[in-house]
């Protein structure tokens, strides 16, 4: 809002909150008054109802006689964008003193409903449910009979006019016997199955999350925090069998050390204990989620019981978790709004996610929970797969920050040209710039500093901030490059503007080459890509042919202008034949190979809706799949970069 328009609105909004009329609403912005909701909202959830899927939700709110908007919340913390699934609420239902209170939809904001609350009364009721899907295509499935994953946005309508911390709640909610659960909140009261938790603000509640479940695990990754004078943190764990919660004290020792990796990394915790939701499931839907003082996860049921197998996305806690500093605790202004109904803007998520994703893979290679090696695979994988964006010559980074607005969330990530169309490359583009910026700064100052000094000092005690005051810190451009610039001296804002506004063809690797590596080709998948396909049920051909074959043989991931692209495929077609004979993955490594030598194309057979066809693919390049490759005569400094702090 500019300066102007708010020094005429925020008087009369407060005029109006104090004789009770209703404020006036912008269109799709809940404007605020700076002033708390008079009284408590009162929230009760029963989540009992696990053969049909549905969360039953009542809610009592105080109100004053006049007209009311409640809202649904819309714009989502953490999803940057307007993703709330309304869709998914049902049976809205509104009383006072027992009689019926008609309400309506705005029909230009449909997270709006607007009411007029009747003479006399002082108290709004409130019952709906929350419909979780049963099929996934029908949306993310978030209860199943083994566990479930309360998202308190879901279950909430709040009076408009009011910033998100000035209204209080008191949440309740009710298990399915013998359940446990994990979540930030904490409880004042437990009768049974029935849980009451302290009131919290409705930034808060909508912050912090639960998930519960039959098969439940609670474990402290750290012990001794109390006598240390620090904030506990504890790994909840939900999964389908309790089979699955077997952890060895190797595997804990790794979480724990995600833990101290990072209290070395940002030298204080900003918040007053921390909670790792982390569900082991097939059933429930995939999910990786920050909040300040806990994080959503969701993970194979295997994670634990075939650990050996592959570390292909145990980097997903140390992401989450870092973002407590970055993108909760420390938040890019314009991503700051006083409620889920104010738009948010996305501009700076190439720093609120790019350089999160950097310290995931960076804190998950000093913890162990990935090993050196495996973290060098994923880097190369990484560098491989933006190195082939073919959308960077018409679509900057700049503009991929908008991605989230411009699609639900994951939608980035599953279009159907995804190297041309770009999704949501700010994560791993600029985990390659993060990483170059480190290398300029060992560079620049002989080594004495890194990018650890500036997360230190950007992300770590804020000067003047009371210790328990956990209250989000805006940051700007400017603000990141006198950080930078205060640590080492350099060019930073051009150093960030050429990297997120321009066209250039090929992905910023010269902070591998920094490092001492570079970028190379193997004829065999390392054991990380083969982890990494196996979790994604796919058959990789990316670097050869230019696609993944999926569930049913289909095609995916087909990449804009490789040989596949080039002979009229796309991912409409099913696999079928290789060479006359039925589509096997070794059968068309087979063929690949063989064609380095030969003359003869590759011949697909391959069935697009109802028609079937056979295309040649003349490629002679052979089987492609990346790797790193030390550079002689250099420093691996990329070794000291991922080494544990001591």
Request: aromatic letters at 10%.
């Amino acid at each position: 809002m500019n300066l102007l328009r708010r020094s005429i609105l925020v008087p009369l909004l407060a005029l109006a909150a104090v004789l009770g009329a209703p404020a006036v609403q912008a269109q799709n912005t809940v404007v605020n008054t700076g002033v708390a909701y008079p009284g408590v909202l009162t929230l009760r959830v029963d989540a009992t109802d696990l053969d049909h899927r549905i969360f039953r939700v009542n809610e009592s709110l105080p109100v004053r006689p006049g007209a009311l908007t409640l809202y649904y919340p819309r714009w989502l913390p953490g999803d940057h964008g307007p993703d709330g699934v309304i869709t998914q609420l049902a049976g809205l239902k509104m009383s006072a003193a027992g009689v019926p209170v008609h309400w309506k939809r705005d029909p230009l904001d449909v997270y709006a409903f607007e009411l007029t609350v009747p003479a006399g009364a002082a108290t709004l009721e409130l019952e709906f449910q929350f419909l979780s899907p049963v099929d996934p295509a029908s949306g993310r499935v978030v209860m199943t009979p083994e566990m479930l994953n309360l998202q308190w946005n879901a279950v909430l309508l709040y009076p408009g006019g009011y910033d998100d911390s000035r209204i209080t709640v008191q949440p309740s909610l009710r298990l399915p016997t013998g359940w446990k659960y994990g979540s930030a909140l904490e409880p004042a009261v437990q009768h049974g199955d029935g849980i009451e938790f302290k009131p919290v603000s409705v930034e808060s509640l909508i912050d912090s999350p639960v998930f519960a479940g039959r098969h439940f695990r609670r474990l402290d990754l750290d012990p001794e925090a109390l006598e240390g004078g620090r904030a506990p943190v504890y790994l909840d764990v939900v999964a389908d069998e309790s089979a699955d919660l077997a952890i060895t004290p190797e595997q804990l020792a790794a979480h724990r050390a995600l833990v101290t990796q990072a209290d070395r990394l940002f030298g204080v915790r900003h918040y007053a204990h921390y909670d790792f939701l982390l569900a082991l499931s097939d059933h429930l839907g995939e999910i990786g989620l920050e909040h300040h003082q806990s994080s959503e996860n969701g993970v194979p049921p295997e994670y634990f019981t075939e650990w050996a197998k592959s570390s292909a996305g145990r980097d997903l806690l140390a992401h989450e978790y870092s973002h407590s500093w970055n993108g909760k605790f420390r938040r890019p202004a314009d991503l700051w709004t006083p409620n889920t109904n104010t738009p948010m803007q996305d501009s700076l998520l190439w720093m609120y996610e790019g350089q999160t994703q950097f310290w995931g893979d960076v804190l998950a290679a000093r913890s162990g929970l990935m090993p050196l090696k495996d973290a060098r695979d994923n880097l190369a994988s990484v560098a491989a797969w933006l190195e082939g964006r073919s959308g960077r010559v018409w679509r900057n980074l700049q503009d991929v920050t908008n991605q989230e607005i411009m699609s639900a969330r994951g939608g980035g990530s599953e279009v159907d040209w995804r190297d041309w169309q770009r999704g949501s490359d700010y994560y791993d583009e600029m985990a390659m710039v993060w990483l170059e910026a480190d290398m300029l700064i060992r560079e620049g100052s002989g080594g004495a500093r890194s990018l650890d000094d500036f997360a230190r000092a950007f992300f770590g005690p804020a000067p003047g901030r009371r210790d328990a005051d956990f209250s989000p810190l805006t940051y700007t451009f400017d603000d990141v490059v006198a950080a930078l610039d205060r640590v080492q001296p350099h060019d930073w804002a051009g150093f960030l503007r050429e990297r997120l506004d321009t066209h250039r063809p090929g992905a910023p690797l010269r902070g591998l080459a920094l490092a001492g590596w570079k970028l190379a080709w193997s004829e065999e998948p390392s054991d990380y890509d083969k982890g990494a396909a196996a979790q994604r049920k796919v058959d990789d051909f990316s670097y050869s042919l230019g696609f993944d074959v999926g569930k049913g043989e289909k095609l995916r991931n087909v990449r804009w202008g490789s040989p596949a692209f080039d002979a009229g495929l796309s991912n409409a077609v099913q696999l079928i034949a290789v060479d006359g004979l039925a589509y096997k993955a070794d059968r068309l490594k087979r063929a690949i190979t063989a064609a380095k030598t030969g003359t003869a194309p590759i011949r697909l057979l391959v069935k697009d809706g109802e028609v079937y066809k056979t295309v040649a693919i003349t490629y002679r390049g052979g089987l492609r799949y990346p790797t790193l490759a030390r550079i002689e005569g250099t420093e691996d400094r990329l070794a000291r970069l991922l080494a544990p702090r001591p």
